[in-house]
């Protein structure tokens, strides 16, 4: 069996040979290039753009305005499309915009025979606008007067929903319980993928073809469609290697407006490569959430009523919108249920003029277990109790039922991770020892616990399907359209299916490429999803596929088919002796005289469960309290993601994880001109973003409790390394000094203050 | 219903705007480029190679000889692969070869960074050989003490068989009756595709991927990996646009030598063009035949016995070796078999040291129609038989069962097409008027029937996979490994899935390229087969997609299955009343909640029958006798190919045969330098390929009886157009001059030597 083993990545030698086919590696040569060109102001309205001289330079074959494009709002989000008008994502955005909703809002786009001829052609526009204040913060988007950003938005508010568990008024009735309330702040981060926004489009046979760094060539083909207004199988998608993606590709981003492009030029193949400027405002970033927790608790550290109020800064545009607040709710009402508290959440997710927020790593988790790992270890240390006991007094049960998504806690990962997580960091000894530092220079540690789940069932449909192709060496090709995007798709799924099928690992070709017109549908990698629902769809196809090599293998060996099996590449019988090995059989059968068939097998699989995938972060901090700065000096993360598939590849995967966390709390945010919304620091110079060097080694630990609906009793872990880590990192800081801060990144600016207002500088 | 309709070429946009990408088109920037270095010898062994200079060269990447590639001889022809050794090809050539046996044999190459570099480092290789005289035709090679130039063939002969039907000795002892013997020679010709062979390989995952211009992706890769003794699975083959075939890209040309280039630099992108030049000597050409005929009759014009003795060119190396020759046999035992005349045929495959004799379009019947139409018309004049009259005496009759293939003669289909050719000429006014021409510029009227079945069952297996895929909008994608050379496959295939399916064709998307990880299996381009072929995995595949959705449409309707049918994109009722479009259900289907499904269906169709398709040609020529040239005035050809898919594209193939028919008859032929077996004339100016300037308008006729082996009723059209023109030519020359020339291309050379012998000039 290869499942649980870390073979080596089966796209290892391409990508460090830089042999690996990205996007641009397979454009044509001498293809025309497409430029954008950004608006000046961050809130307001094109009154008229003069494109007369761009168009007359020499090698401009085209340029086009938001007055040109068409009238068509189109949804850009990432999600598997609901027929249902009430599960469908915000349609809010046009090709190019007429109305100005942030610094940088595409309003023309100029076609080129080259870079430089384009570059002149945007230089050469010239633009009036009516120009309006930005509104660059939920406060000033939803104050009175503001201007609306998009229509039916009142106050600026995409959407605000409520719920709650139980009676929360009455709850807190209750005589001699302690509040703590505090809010909490995270900043807006952007991806950082390798690979910028890139994509290349041309017509063929009457139909547009567009060859994009996507993580959802499928849902991208539909999108696109939408905005064009084609019927949707007039699209065809291509997505190659993809460089990075970390959720800022599951949405369609320019693929529309190079898409439409190419049309414009009767179908010549058009390119449209973002700068990494234009990738840091211009696509999407991690929702900038505001929190604020109130919790009543009796003395004994027992939840009675908790709230959850968020406003998330959407930015310009919907995109995925709503859910990403959504998803933190999930979180709040489920972590710390053990005592059925009462519960109540509120959310706002708001439009304002800045870069729109969408999918990033964590999915609105990140963001909310900041704001709840903090506030337990704040009111851990308000009511002096151990911080770790105080989090197993309210955690969720082993075997709690979730009644929405029937997620069940099956196993105490919690524990065995926190366990595994204290030894390594050497808790005890240290959270002693460090308590009593006062020099300038003190160290800390802290610990956060995170919730995450596996895939988006039941909130949206989870299917993937999945097609085996037998050669006639025996070996095997799988398609689907989970896609590869750095993380290590094609390896889990060699392996998954080598062993499914009973054949070597090197005897399985993962089709890497995924093309919409031949790729069995799947909605692509996002949501942690793909090992879990990509197993259901290669096991499912195994079936059909090993039945059909069986009955050719019967009537090669004459011998009934019920005896007879396929195991390490041969034909065995009842015996487990080998017959022949598979290979014999498939070219038997593929030139048969008489029973002639190329062996393949399609099979759609639909998942309706959803698992609980946990772990949590152990930090070590040293806080220069004069320099009002902090080291990281040592973290590790502790899964349980069900049994891995490769050991090694998800090692990585948590490390990369790790990395972003500690970005996100120490030292990443994107910011904004004040009095203008013009970005500061859009560029991967001043945007720091942390780099092994800013790192100490990162430590992985996994607990492998196999996940009972699961094929290979595997579970996200794609999302779940970026969930803790900056309260763990927060929580370590406190611990150092016992100054709280409720905002991140823990920056010297943010941390000055903080110690300031604390009195320690 | 669409089949039967001109619908416009699904492809004809992208090709006249030059926007079809071609194998080069898809090829990266900056990649190695190969090129060959070729013998300058035509019959030797290569004893020492000097590539130190061309090593050193700026530029040069690595120079490899025929000393150091695999001693493993492998098979070219694009046959479909046996597992009886005794039906395998000849595996007679290597990737390198120190045995030389053409001039411009393959003896190194060179991998360089550019062309320029390329061709330095080819001329400043130093080669040394042993040189024989060369052996130029059949003659010369079967000679006694000829060198031989492959193992295991003695006299060098490939193959000698012989078959008889009845007993000729004690037939031919019949009192009175006459004999007419001859012999009749036709040239080699090639191919001239538009498109030259080429190819562009590289490694991926371990695997060797080949793009390449050929017919049959699925066949190359099976010899890509024989040549290179790899898992069949480890190589790829992906093929796109092609500009022409005409059988030449039946053969894997130069793919496995590409395929290990790249092994030779660690799996860089190496490219392989190879210039015209090449292409003329080192690809394939049709096999020049030297035939034999005697046929003895009664008075009355009928056969009582006949033999048909043939020497066929191999060339250098087995390619498709005896097999061309062997379809002669068929022609020639089942197109006068009426009387059952005693029959016997002596065949023999020559290896010699010229350009290898392949697949080109007709496989060998054009020679063998050449000869017997020939010859018919030659016993008609002896006999002072009607030559038609004379004909349809001895002709298959209808109703005829061919007793190996099983095919049947099921139509009066020659009595049709002939009836249709003799009015479009005006044959009885003309062949009268003519007869008596005696000034120096004569016109004469010939025609020639041709015999030629479908597909290659049962010499050879018939397979052909079909996969269908729906898209949200009600549209289908469809896979074939029957491919698109420009010839219109993808048009017929998209026009019958459209009917089959119930959709319109603009919802049929054709999916272009074949590439071996995805593409079903088919064996491709070769035998006039795909049409006939194809439509039996369309419609097998089409029955299992309808079942699908009908499943899904009455989900979606709530009427049972069984009451509902899918017409013109449509859900319809019992009562044919439409209930909803297919772009509903597949929606639905797709996204649904419950049942979600991605409704796609696969199917490996294995054809075991065969179908006769039958025609003639009409011509009338001008004969300027003291310049010894012949003007073709008029051509038509009729056919039964049964019920035309695109009336348009069929014209087109005829128009295309007819073409390349008067090349073969008129000006084309390769020739050698005698005494070094140099090509004298591998280019597009000195090799006469006519051009639509050299013709006058062709005209195709068709007779439409339904064949019924096939699902649309239609049998083979490719080859058939280009099979009896040659004849038809040479039999108007005759009857303007009453000189039987019986060797073509009826060139002025060739003419004049025959008027001289007759007494003409």
Redesign the interface.
Known sequence: MCVGKSIPR??A??KV?G?A?YTD??C??NVLVARILHSTVANGLVKKIDTAAAARLPGVVKVVTCFDAPDRPFPTAGH????DPAHQDPADRKLLNTRVRLYGDDIAAVIAEDEVAASRALRAIKVEYEEYPPLLTVEDAMAEGAARLHEGSPGNVLKHTAIADGDFDAAVREEGLIEVEAVYRTPVVQHCHIENAVSFA??????VVVVSSTQIPHIAR?IIAQALGL????VRVIKPFVGGGFGNKQDALYEPLNAWLTTLV???TVKLELSREEVFFGTRVRHGLKMRLRSFLRPDGTFVARSYEAYSNQGAYGSHGHSIAAKGTNVFRQLYNRNDAARKCEIWTVYTNTATGGAMRGYGTPQTVFAIESHMEDIAAKLRLDPIAFRFKNLMPVGYVDPFSKNKNFFPSFEQCVEKGKAYIDWDRKRAAYRNDSGPVRRGVGMALFWYNTAVWPIS?E?S?C?M?L???????I?LAETEIGQGADTVFTQMAADAIGIRW??V?A??TQDT??T??GTGAYGSRQTYVGSAAIVQATRLLREKILVHAARYTGLPAGSLDLVGGNIVNSANRVLCPL?EVA??T?????????I?A?S?A?VKTNAYSFGCTFAEVEVDIPLAKVRLVNMVNCHDAGRLINPLLAEGQVHGGMSMAAGFGMSEELLYDPATGKPLNANLLDYKLPTMLDHPPFKAIFVENPEPTSPFGTKALGEPPTVSGAAAIRNAVFHATGVAVNRIPLTPHILFEAFKEAGLV
């Not at 598997?80 to 027929?83: D, K, M």
């Not at 041309?202 to 139909?207: A, D, L």
């Open positions: 089966v796209d030698f391409e040979t042999r086919k590696d397979l044509e040569r598997p499309w609901s027929t041309y017509m063929e046979k009457g139909r539909r019927p949707w199988g007039k009767g179908g010549r449909i299917v399907a097609r192709v050669n006639q060496d025996g070996s095997v090709q398609q090197e005897d070709h089709v890497t017109d031949v069995p549908f290979s070219t038997d593929l030139y048969h005289t008489e029973y002639a068939e190329h393949t399609e759609t639909q």
